[in-house]
């Protein structure tokens, strides 16, 4: 028996695909029509989405759309509520109320499906020191099943884009921060996920690591990828996020573009001052 809100799952899912399908074949629309159609699809979405630990509401009745293909900031003060919202992404806690969809699955009722087309990037990294780079990364393909064929291949190629392939045999304790943070970015991009979650992605790059990770950043959202970041960079987000929103005790206290978010402060300038503003002069690396 169907159920209203069984079907609604379906064609949510069903939809979705199809559009993508529709509008990413370039003989259907060209070029300039993919890029277009592309940013009304929604990618991810949270209706209502609230946690509370032992009576503290860490997220409180977030709900927003994020286009695919968008480079998405989530922003806020120490506190707001962000990791906790990022945990619940990928399935390391249950909301108290609310949920998520993420290509029009929802996350509590298809969990497993919905973290084959994540790439999870936490801010502070496991990673299993003894194994060389190749040999991580052939872990990380082996959780997600992906098959033997062209795998050597897809690790070569994530080595190149990330500047280790001469580091792809050497164990990781060897490793600098830097290259430890790259290596961490590739694994979650080995099974080319539809949505890439990151929490602080800049975390001990060095300039040229941060330009190399901006890029490539830029370049998945290009192709159709959909990138949730938080970070505390505002100057980051400014450069990369075609789509922000500012959480200030677990709620959403604006969201939008660069220039909705002046209008919505009221003041012109850059992130940072609209920041300042909007969360009442408190810089999100600030302690509480
Ligand atoms: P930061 O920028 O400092 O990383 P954040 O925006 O990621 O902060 P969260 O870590 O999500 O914020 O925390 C949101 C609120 O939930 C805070 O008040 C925090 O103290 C509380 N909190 C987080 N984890 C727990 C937990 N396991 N138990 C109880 N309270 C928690």
């Known amino acids: 028996m169907f159920s209203a809100c069984y079907i609604g799952e379906i064609s949510r899912f069903a939809r979705n695909d199809m559009l993508l399908s529709l509008f990413t074949r370039p003989s259907t629309l060209g070029t300039l029509g993919t890029l277009n159609f592309r940013h009304f699809l929604k990618m991810i979405t949270f209706e209502n989405l ?63 499906k919905v973290k084959r087309i994540i790439g999870f990037i936490p801010d502070r990294p496991f990673l299993y020191e003894k194994l060389s780079g190749i040999e991580f990364l052939r872990f990380m393909a082996g959780l997600y099943r992906m098959k033997e064929n062209r795998l050597d291949e897809r690790i070569a190629d994530l080595l190149s884009l990330f500047e280790l392939s001469d580091w792809g045999d050497e164990l990781i304790e060897s490793y600098s921060h830097g290259m430890k943070q790259r290596l961490i970015i590739a694994s979650a991009m080995i099974h080319e996920p539809k949505v890439i979650i990151v929490d602080e992605p800049m975390v001990g790059l060095d300039p040229k690591g941060a330009k190399l990770v901006k890029e490539v950043f830029k370049e998945w959202a290009n192709d159709g990828a959909t990138v949730f970041m938080s970070t505390h960079t505002l100057a980051l987000a400014q450069e990369i996020c075609q789509k922000i929103a500012i959480v200030d005790k677990g709620r959403i206290v604006a969201s939008g573009t660069s220039e909705d978010l002046k209008k919505q402060a009221g003041v012109e300038g850059n992130l940072e001052s609209i920041f300042l503003k909007i969360t009442g002069g408190q810089y999100p690396g600030e302690n509480v």
């Open 50 to 112: 609230t946690k509370i630990y032992r009576g503290i509401k860490a997220v409180d009745s977030l709900s927003l759309n994020v286009p695919q293909g968008t480079i998405f900031g989530f922003i806020g003060p120490n506190g707001a509520g962000k990791t906790t919202t990022i945990k619940m992404m990928v399935g390391v806690l249950q909301p108290t109320r609310g949920k998520i969809y993420i290509n029009g699955l929802d996350i509590a009722r298809e969990p497993s």
